[in-house]
C-alpha cells in the first residue's frame, strides 16, 4: 500500500509530518504534567515521564533529521510543541493534583462561610485584619485542589463578592484536612441566609 511505503511522495509530505505532530503532543503533553509532578515534590513520577519523554522526543527528531528538507515536517513539530502543551494543561487541571492553600477576605459576615467549612472538613483559621477601607476578617485553608470544585461555588453562595486567592503548596505538615466520607457531602445548603 502506497500509503505505507516509506518512500512514497504521500508518506513524506502526509504521514511523516502527522506523526511526527502526534509524537510532539505526546512528549510535550509529558513534559508539561512531569513540570507540574516536579514542582509539587513527586520525586518517583517526574523521572519516569521524563524517561518516555525523551524517547519520544528523540524518535521525532530523527526523523526530523532523516528529512531535513520536508518544510511540513518543521511546521508539524512546532504545531505539535504548542498542542502538547495546551493539552497538558488540561491533563493536569483535570488530575487537580497537590494541595492548596486559600485566601478568603468576604464581604459579609463569616459566620456561614465558617459554619459551611468546617461542617465539611476543610481546616480553618480565620483572623482579623486591617485593609484599606477598615477592619476586615481573613479566612485562611489548605485543602486539596479537587476541592475547590465544591469551596469555590459555596464562597459565592454564602459570601458574594468575596475576595480570594489561590496558591499552589508544596509541602503540607500536618492540619485538618477532608476525609472521603466529608468530601462525598458536596452540596451547599442554600437555604441557609446570607449574613450581611
Known amino acids: ?17 502527522f506523526l511526527i505532530f502526534l509524537s510532539r503532543i505526546a512528549d510535550q503533553t509529558i513534559g508539561t504534567v512531569r513540570l507540574i509532578f516536579l514542582s509539587k515534590g513527586f520525586k518517583f513520577y517526574a523521572p519516569l515521564l521524563g524517561f518516555f519523554e525523551v524517547i519520544i522526543w528523540l524518535l521525532a527528531v530523527t526523523q526530523i533529521i532523516k528529512h531535513v528538507d520536508n518544510v511540513i515536517s518543521y511546521v508539524a513539530y512546532g504545531a505539535g510543541f504548542a498542542a502538547g502543551n495546551y493539552i497538558g494543561m488540561i491533563v493536569e487541571e483535570k ?77 503540607v505538615k500536618e492540619g485538618v484536612f477532608r476525609t472521603q466520607k466529608k468530601r462525598m457531602i458536596s452540596t451547599v445548603h442554600t437555604d441557609t441566609k446570607k449574613i450581611k
Open 1 to 17: 500500500m502506497e500509503l505505507f511505503n516509506t518512500d512514497s511522495e504521500i508518506f513524506a509530505w502526509v504521514v511523516l509530518p
Open 95 to 171: 488530575l487537580s493534583i497537590g494541595k492548596v492553600i486559600i485566601r478568603i477576605i468576604p464581604k459579609y459576615d463569616t459566620k456561614v462561610l465558617l459554619n459551611y467549612m468546617k461542617e465539611q472538613g476543610f481546616g480553618v483559621t480565620k483572623i482579623d485584619a486591617e485593609g484599606s477601607m477598615g477592619k476586615v476578617n481573613v479566612i485562611f485553608s489548605v485543602l486539596n485542589r479537587k476541592d475547590l470544585k465544591q469551596l469555590i461555588p459555596a464562597i459565592n453562595e454564602f459570601n458574594p463578592h468575596a475576595f480570594y486567592s489561590i496558591e499552589d503548596v508544596r509541602t
